[in-house]
């Protein structure tokens, strides 16, 4: 149903005004209720300067910078494919599947609202880093400042999130002769004057039109009578999507032994190159060290790329996540079908935020809006949800492969990564994969499970399974600096050292391009070319099939307390938690399954040569002991399984001698 755009924005702003009243407080506010503020080291002293990027300013006035306009303004011809006449397919409609991303609603997203509350409590003006690509129309209109995001009560599309008018007006920072429009020239020019133009994506370093003019693949003809529009090739490219999604902390500056040092403050990065800043998060630069972006890679069972041929290679981050169908661009009858209309579904793996925003936004929660509110602000649906949250389970799917095998008493689980970049990606925050493996009996009962969860309290058992994430933290310097613990943290502009990082490389995957682009494995090993990662578990006696599942889970129980915990200046913490906890816990996805019968080995076996002799009793010996804890997956010569190694296991093994 489209409503009139009077109302649906009424809505909205009214909507908007009643959940940021409830937030209205900031940095260096307090609130009756709320505990002390945090280290005396915080915040630690940032000006804006510390977080300038180059590319189109702020311009509060709309002088120089014609405002990002709500993507209402958009609605009459890209909304409603199914009232068409002949109704068109909905699954190209821009208007509905923007509506159900996380693109949509980035300014809506709970989450997103309490971790900024973090960053300006970490670091003085540090919410800039966070809206700039959260609301770009905010931003560009001048309205994060200040930086806790108040400013953006009274204007709707600020709440809109990467809108449809500020995606296409965007213009690419490096000038190509013959195929960016012309007009780019000049604006490139405007801002190279004044030392502007971008040389590097990411950080929301971004380019903007002045004027009101809509970019596209498309030549929409001399005659096209709805809007300017001009022709970019851009916007099918991935260095557009690598605007915000290759994100670096500029308040650091790498040093030549590969640490990072605070920079003096009140000043731009003396550098402003982002491989000289702490990397926050790398997707784009894992996907430009992959063979995606090195001549493509082929599936043939069609995973990825919509309409596009089997054969043809995947090769752009919109080829997955903006999948090509045969359908119009909009649904004014006398224009042709495109065979590479990019859906504009733009999922990933959230599966949960988008009920969340829903239920703020529509039905009320916990006093946030009245909730006679119910016109719809979002631009949500149950069904638009529903689509939504399918579409990132399938992306998520098609992600992975998984592959068993039993050598002896080892099974052996292999997860291949099919994605474009690390698997998972982004930024840390409380996103990770695991392997759970259920060993059964010949009656079906569970002998021994490695990486259970417990749905109901969303507790993992993660020391006997492999956990698929990166831990963030601080060195001895920023600790001391900040009054933060020395180790691993959630303090995402104060970290300045990667503890870990084991997250699967894609394919095409070299240790040195993903040094070069500050992506490389840590505290862990791949070589070279591989993009998969293979786990042991002992196989206990008794067991005759082993169930294998590969989980992802995108918000953490640590992590959300941590926002609940953290959140000193105001209430956001404890509204995402609560949401956390409404939508059920960021309940996991299961990516991949498998089931495997399991061949009777000898037990006693420990080196899987199918006899039991010296060999296997010296592997005991040397084993003999309490294992560690938790007990690990291959836990050699724990035969009865009870994480001891000792006179029983000794008994089974010489009952087998020979």
């Not at 821009?94 to 709970?110: E, F, H, K, L, V």
């Not at 670096?248 to 731009?268: E, F, K, W």
């Not at 992600?399 to 050598?407: G, H, I, K, M």
């Not at 724990?638 to 000792?646: M, R, Y």
Request: glycine share 10%.
């Amino acid at each position: 149903m489209q409503l009139g755009r009077k109302s649906h924005c009424r809505a909205i702003l009214m909507t908007a005004a009643g959940i940021m009243a409830a937030l209205a407080v900031g940095p260096g506010r307090t609130v009756s209720g709320f505990r002390d503020a945090g280290p005396p080291g915080l915040p630690i002293g940032t000006t804006l300067e510390d977080f300038f990027m180059p590319g189109t300013q702020p311009d509060p006035s709309g002088a120089e910078l014609t405002p990002i306009v709500s993507v209402f303004d958009c609605l009459l011809c890209h909304a409603d494919f199914d009232d068409a006449d002949p109704p068109l397919p909905l699954d190209a409609e821009p208007y509905r599947t923007w509506s159900g991303s996380m693109m949509a609603q980035a300014t809506r997203d709970p989450v997103f609202w309490a971790a900024l509350t973090v960053a300006n409590q970490d670091a003085d003006f540090g919410g800039d880093l966070c809206l700039r690509c959260h609301t770009p129309a905010g931003w560009l209109a001048g309205r994060s400042t200040p930086t806790d995001g108040l400013d953006l009560v009274h204007f709707t599309a600020d709440f809109e999130g990467v809108t449809c008018n500020f995606c296409h007006r965007m213009v690419n920072p490096m000038y190509i002769r013959g195929e960016s429009p012309v007009e780019d020239w000049q604006i490139l020019d405007d801002l190279d004057i004044e030392g502007l133009v971008p040389e590097q994506p990411g950080s929301g370093r971004y380019v903007v039109d002045p004027q009101d003019r809509r970019r596209g693949p498309y030549d929409l003809g001399d005659s096209f009578p709805f809007h300017f529009w001009l022709q970019s090739p851009f916007h099918q490219e991935s260095a557009l999507c690598a605007t915000c999604h290759d994100v670096s902390n500029p308040v650091y500056t790498r040093q030549g032994d590969g640490s990072y040092v605070q920079n003096d403050l009140d000043a731009p990065h003396p550098t402003m190159d982002k491989y000289d800043m702490f990397p926050i998060e790398r997707t784009f630069g894992e996907w430009a060290e992959s063979q995606f972006a090195n001549g493509g890679v082929v599936f043939p069972d069609g995973r990825f790329g919509g309409a596009l041929p089997d054969d043809i290679p995947i090769e752009s981050c919109q080829d997955c996540h903006m999948p090509d169908q045969v359908s119009p661009g909009c649904r004014v009858p006398e224009f042709d079908d495109h065979p590479d209309m990019a859906a504009h579904f733009f999922n990933g793996g959230n599966t949960w935020v988008i009920k969340a925003v829903n239920t703020l936004y529509t039905d009320g929660d916990g006093g946030l809006n009245d909730p006679v509110f119910l016109d719809e602000p979002t631009g949500l649906t149950q069904q638009i949800i529903d689509e939504s949250i399918a579409r990132a389970v399938q992306m998520l799917r098609d992600a992975s492969d998984l592959e068993l095998s039993q050598e002896g008493n080892l099974l052996n689980v292999r997860v291949i990564n099919f994605s474009g970049h690390k698997l998972p990606t982004g930024y840390h925050e409380g996103r990770r994969m695991w392997i759970n493996v259920m060993f059964l009996d010949e009656a079906a009962q569970v002998v021994l499970e490695h990486g259970a969860y417990d749905f109901g309290t969303a507790e993992l058992t993660a020391g006997d399974t492999k956990v698929y994430q990166a831990k963030f933290g601080l060195d001895a310097a920023a600790a001391a600096k900040t009054g933060l613990p020395q180790g691993q943290s959630f303090h995402f502009l104060l970290n300045n050292v990667i503890l870990f990082d084991n997250r699967i490389p894609p394919i095409g995957f070299t240790n040195a391009g993903f040094e070069a682009v500050q992506a490389e494995p840590v505290d862990y090993t791949y070589a070279d070319g591989q993009h998969w990662d293979d786990t042991e578990y002992r196989i206990p006696p008794g067991a005759t099939q082993a169930l294998v599942t590969v989980y992802y889970q995108l918000t953490s129980k640590v992590y959300i307390e941590f926002l609940r915990d953290e959140n000193t200046t105001d209430n956001r913490g404890q509204i995402a938690y609560n949401q956390w906890v409404l939508h059920g816990k960021s309940a996991p996805v299961d990516m991949d399954s498998a089931l495997i019968d399991l061949v009777p080995s000898i037990p006693g076996d420990l080196d899987g040569d199918g006899d039991v002799d010296i060999f296997d009793l010296l592997i005991l010996i040397s084993n003999w002991g309490r294992c560690a804890e938790p007990c690990p997956p291959a836990c050699f010569a724990d035969l009865d399984a009870d994480c001891t190694v000792g006179i029983l296991d000794l008994l089974a093994l010489l009952a087998n001698w020979g």
